[in-house]
């Protein structure tokens, strides 16, 4: 079946880094993404790795993917208050296909 | 146009009406996908096309949504006699041919009093 996980919140001071968690289920996903959503806003895509990938890095942000364990996580290095945000994890199958999210974690961070 | 345009931005309808949301993919992508928001949380798919057909509708309510993607004009999801339970914001999001990043919309809010 398909089903990704995360935990629901994650208070962060400024300057620290944040990692947020994902698992999820489906083996047969292709690509994992990381979406960003602020309040009334859309979606943003942060990121995205390809399921044969161990990591990738972008500025601030690091994704590591354990496929064996299925779990996928977002690191953001020197966490800022414009970074407080509900972060969505997703997989799809490739070209076309679904996206499947996650509960989304609510990242705060204090001054 | 270089975003997804939906509309309205707000949809206010009382039990039992019908609503109609639009969404405009950006010029050149192929693939449309709508989803259900419920609450801050929760994302839900709904249906996509692939330009004018169906692609996949497995999470596409059987009774009451419909939605179409027609030639020249904007995609359009449609609830009869909508619920309370629809009240939700419905995104839209647009994919170019051969890549795997989703564009997606500002979203929908339907509230259905």
């Known amino acids: 079946g398909e089903d990704v996980e995360q935990s629901l919140f994650l208070s962060v001071r400024e300057g620290d880094s944040s990692v947020i968690n994902c698992t999820y289920t489906?083996?047969?996903?292709?690509?994992l993404y990381w979406y960003k959503q602020e309040p009334g806003a859309g979606l943003q895509l942060l990121t995205y790795?390809?399921?044969?990938?161990d990591m990738k890095q972008d500025q601030r942000l690091t994704v590591l993917l354990n496929k064996k364990d299925k779990h996928l996580s977002l690191r953001i290095a020197d966490t800022q208050t414009g970074d407080s945000a509900i972060y969505f994890c997703?997989?799809?199958?490739?070209?076309?296909?679904?996206?499947?999210f996650g509960q989304g974690t609510e990242l705060s961070v204090k001054p | 146009g270089e975003e997804v345009a939906q509309t309205p931005k707000h949809l206010v309808r009382g039990e039992g009406q019908k609503a109609k949301l639009y969404c405009a993919p950006i010029k050149g992508h192929s693939y449309v996908f709508w989803y259900q928001q419920v609450l801050k949380n929760e994302f839900k798919f709904l249906i996509s096309?692939?330009?004018?057909?169906?692609?996949?509708e497995t999470g596409m309510p059987k009774e009451r949504f419909s939605a179409k993607c027609l030639p020249n004009s904007p995609c359009s999801l449609e609830i009869q006699a909508t619920k309370l339970e629809d009240s939700a914001v419905y995104f839209c999001?647009?994919?170019?041919?051969?890549?795997?990043?989703?564009?997606f919309g500002q979203g929908t809010r339907l509230t259905v009093v």
């Open positions: 489906d083996s047969s996903s292709t690509y």
């Open positions: 997703a997989e799809s199958k490739g070209q076309g296909g679904k996206l499947i």
């Open positions: 096309f692939q330009n004018e057909n169906v692609f996949d």
């Open positions: 790795i390809f399921s044969n990938m």
């Open positions: 999001a647009s994919l170019p041919p051969g890549y795997t990043e989703a564009f």
